[in-house]
């Protein structure tokens, strides 16, 4: 099976200090996923090997072995580089923490990578990221949009005058991956319904689809 127009049109840059396991990974990417995949051992590095002048997506996966992932989160919000926030940033070699991820999600990291995943997630998640979707926990996404500060609900903020009860419902079911079906058997409504709601939800929010809907419930918490 052939790659995909998005993973050929891509390049991805693998970021870490330890030369011999990220040249490793970048070029199992290569193979698995037919990307081209380089290694830099600091965002500077990757940043200067980078093609600036076309319209290649740029994915960063950034290793946080014995690093904090909040504090390559600050370094890269701090990054002077503007072209960096056209990039799309994960993290791999994370230690399982959901507050990691929610801290991810609400700074546009777009995936996290635990150090005990196998290559066949990572390589599946990496090739997810570079589709245009977000790489999470559904339970970490639904609840970037239902809780926030410790449990205030962050869908009665900034989406409280614009989508219903109702809306908001299908909206979680969305971002948590469920299908019509699913959320219509979840809500006990008929898909038809399921249906018009999300054709309201996408004129409200100004979207043309469920990834787009998506990205924009992370960005509006």
Not at 33 to 55: F, P, S
Not at 65 to 91: K, M, N, R, Y
Not at 160 to 189: F, H, Q, W
Request: aromatic content about 6%.
């Amino acid at each position: 099976m052939g790659a995909s127009d998005s993973t050929t049109k891509s390049q991805v840059h693998i970021i870490g200090p330890l030369k011999l396991q990220n040249e490793l990974i970048a070029s199992f990417l290569t193979c698995k996923l037919g990307v081209e995949c380089v290694y830099a051992q600091d965002i500077d590095e990757a940043l200067m090997g980078m093609d600036k002048n076309n319209d290649r997506l740029h994915l960063i996966l950034w290793d946080c072995q014995g690093t904090d992932p909040s504090t390559l989160c600050a370094e890269f919000c701090v990054e002077s580089d503007s072209f960096l926030h056209q990039c799309c940033i994960a993290f791999f070699n994370v230690c399982p923490d959901r507050r990691v991820e929610k801290d991810s999600v609400n700074r546009n990291v777009r995936g996290i990578f635990y150090n005990d995943d196998p290559l066949k997630i990572f390589s599946k998640g990496v090739k997810i990221i570079l589709s245009g979707e977000p790489w999470f926990s559904k339970e970490t996404l639904a609840k970037s949009l239902v809780e926030h500060d410790g449990g205030a609900s962050g869908l009665l903020g900034e989406t409280r005058t614009v989508l219903t009860p109702r809306e908001r419902e299908i909206l979680i079911g969305i971002v948590s991956g469920s299908t019509n079906k699913k959320i219509a058997e979840d809500l006990r409504i008929s898909i038809h319904t399921v249906k018009t709601h999300i054709y309201r939800i996408y004129k409200k929010i100004n979207v043309a689809n469920r990834l787009q809907a998506v990205l924009w419930a992370v960005k509006n918490p």
